[in-house]
């Protein structure tokens, strides 16, 4: 007689596909969130990124990753790993993987967020500092910090004390947090648009990232509600509500990049620093022969009257 549960079951033959995507899905979160990581650091500013969109994202990949792990069905498949092989364990656990996976990554735009954000003085008034924004300042950067923190905080606390003293009422805190974390992720890029708008051009932002997360979102979610099924709605609804806004944002955001006013005024410059023959500029290369040309320009040193 087969000792496995029904659910059990179904989970110690997961397939081929579905792992394989699942995996493939987890390194393409990593892989979209590089290019964005990697542009901060490089340019050593969070310059262009609204702190309410870093802390309303925060706030729903937490909500997010708290819902999935708190959802009835993961702790059914948990339970499962005790008599199942650890390979069909680790497949079933790949959503919560997932989950996890752009929770951390986000987590990482947070930190980066904070430790770039502009805290030099401006050069034209020594006195006041550059913000990412209007009216921002580090101590802002700092607050939405704390703000994080403690969200995730509250968030674990309610969770234990949910399944130690009302383990019934799981389904329902799974779901207001999946409800909380969609409701946070459709007004996350509202300020990030409204910032992006007012700047009208990119700033930090990464361009390749929202190429790779907008249809990425959308296979990812279709994977999760393979997975989850209809009930897991709240769990894979968030990413079809965030693949539309991010959309826009991304359409935005190449506009500005390369047919806005900014974009083509970049483009011109870039091309007037060509000479038109297509040949190399006339400007000697060697640093003797830079020297010597620069000393025959006319410079605020120059006599008016030079003799003859």
């Known amino acids: 007689m087969d000792p496995l549960t029904p659910h059990c079951r179904e989970l110690a033959s997961p397939g081929i596909f579905q792992p394989i995507l699942s995996v493939l899905i987890i390194f393409g979160i990593l892989f ?45 498949d948990i339970g499962c790993c005790q008599q199942i092989s650890g ?10 993987f997932q989950v996890g996976m752009q929770w951390l990554c ?34 802002t950067a700092l607050s939405i910090s704390a703000i994080c923190i403690l969200h995730a905080l509250v968030t674990v606390i309610l969770s234990v004390a949910f ?40 700033g930090s932002l ?3 990232m929202m190429c790779i997360q907008t249809p990425g979102s959308l296979i990812w979610a ?23 806004l991010q959309g826009t944002l991304l359409a935005m955001a190449i506009y500005f990049e390369y047919f806005g006013p900014n974009g083509k005024r970049k483009h011109q410059t870039d091309e007037t620093d060509t000479p038109s023959n297509g040949t190399a500029s006339e400007r000697p290369e060697t640093p003797a022969a830079r020297e010597s040309v620069d000393a ?3 410079s605020e040193e120059t006599p008016l009257l030079q003799s003859q």
């Open 32 to 76: 979209s969130y590089l290019p964005q990581h990697a542009r901060i650091i490089s340019r050593k500013s969070s310059f262009g990124i609204s702190p309410y969109f870093i802390l309303l994202g925060t706030t729903s990949g937490t909500s997010a990753f708290a819902n999935i792990l708190v959802f009835p069905k993961t702790s059914q």
């Open 87 to 96: 390979m069909a364990c680790f497949a079933g656990l790949l959503g919560v």
């Open 106 to 139: 986000f987590f990482s735009i947070l930190l980066l967020f904070v430790i770039y954000f502009p805290r030099a003085t401006s050069p034209t008034d020594p006195v006041s500092p550059v913000s990412s924004t209007n009216g921002h300042t580090y101590r």
């Open 163 to 202: 399944a130690l003293q009302n383990p019934s009422a799981m389904q329902s805190w799974a779901n207001f947090l999946g409800i909380l974390a969609a409701i946070l992720a459709s007004i996350q890029y509202f300020p990030q648009i409204y910032t992006t708008f007012r700047l009208r051009c990119v």
């Open 206 to 208: 990464s361009i390749p």
């Open 222 to 244: 279709s994977s999760l509600a393979a997975r989850e099924g209809l009930k897991g709605w709240s769990i894979w609804g968030v990413l079809v509500v965030t693949a539309c």
């Open 296 to 298: 025959e320009r006319p």
